[in-house]
């Protein structure tokens, strides 16, 4: 059938091997700008390219992924609360898109997991914002199933224990009326989670800074100043290093 159709129609094949080849050439030069971009620390422009890779190739879950991370970490820093919810929903979008490519992808499970920890910051239903909390484990347990030296879902799931043992008294009265009891969590899953994050990946900043502020509420100043005397060290790899680093610096100044 196959060389029946290729004497039919050479032109056709031939004109269609180009045109795919020409997409992935296009791909290419934009993921390549797209890095180029993070290397410079320009998180706008990184995201215009991913943008771009993912409406041309709607099923790359790397593009994907990386529009649902930089969403977060701009919108994070925007002081707006409209605008910061208006890229935790754009985030929200391409992580959902990613997942469903393929729900047994460890990266798109993390990006759920990732964006539902960024909604509870702005999303203003009680009953929303504890549902969004439990998707977080959810999501941060499905990707470790996957792909249990995942560093950045080790992470996730580590600053889910730790937000859960902080939570005031009126929270944790909602999330046992929704849970049906509040979820079994300890300090020493936090420390494991993010001990492991960090093992995975030795210059993960936000896991060092994370990991010492656990370790400080845990009453162990001693590994907190470790930690952050090592964090303090780290070079800059996204925008945010540096501004972690010099958190992280402060905390080390009150504790020393």
């Known amino acids: 059938m196959l060389r029946v159709l290729l004497k039919q129609f050479p032109a056709f094949f031939v004109l269609l091997a180009l045109a795919s080849n020409v997409h992935a050439q296009d791909n290419n030069v934009l993921l390549k700008e797209a ?13 215009e390219k991913y943008k771009q890779i993912a409406a041309a190739d709607p099923s790359g879950i790397f593009a994907l992924v990386k529009c649902a991370e930089l969403s977060c970490s701009i919108g994070e820093r925007r002081k707006d609360k409209k605008e910061k919810a208006a890229y935790f929903q754009n985030a929200n979008d391409y992580a959902n898109k990613a997942y469903q490519q393929n729900p047994s992808n460890a990266d798109a499970c993390y ?14 239903d009680n009953k929303k914002t504890i549902e969004q909390a439990k998707n977080i484990k959810i999501y941060a347990d499905k990707a470790l199933t996957i792909d249990a030296n995942h560093a950045k879902a080790n992470y996730v799931l580590g600053k889910w224990h730790f937000e859960l043992i902080r939570l005031s008294w009126l929270k944790r009265a909602a999330v046992k009326a929704f849970y ?10 936090a420390a494991f989670y993010m001990e492991k994050s960090r093992s995975i990946d ?21 590994k907190a100043i470790d930690v952050l005397n090592k964090l303090v060290k780290l070079p800059n790899r996204v925008y945010d290093d540096a501004a972690i680093k010099e958190e992280g610096k402060q905390l080390l100044q009150t504790m020393q």
């Open 180 to 189: 049906g009891g509040i979820p079994d969590t300890q300090i020493d899953s």
């Open 202 to 222: 030795p210059y993960f900043a936000l896991a060092y800074l994370d990991l010492a502020k656990v370790y400080q509420y845990d009453h162990q100043p001693g």
């Open 111 to 124: 990006a759920m997991a990732l964006v539902a920890g960024k909604m509870t910051e702005v999303e203003e």
């Open 35 to 47: 890095k180029n971009f993070e290397l410079k620390f320009d998180e706008p422009g990184a995201l």
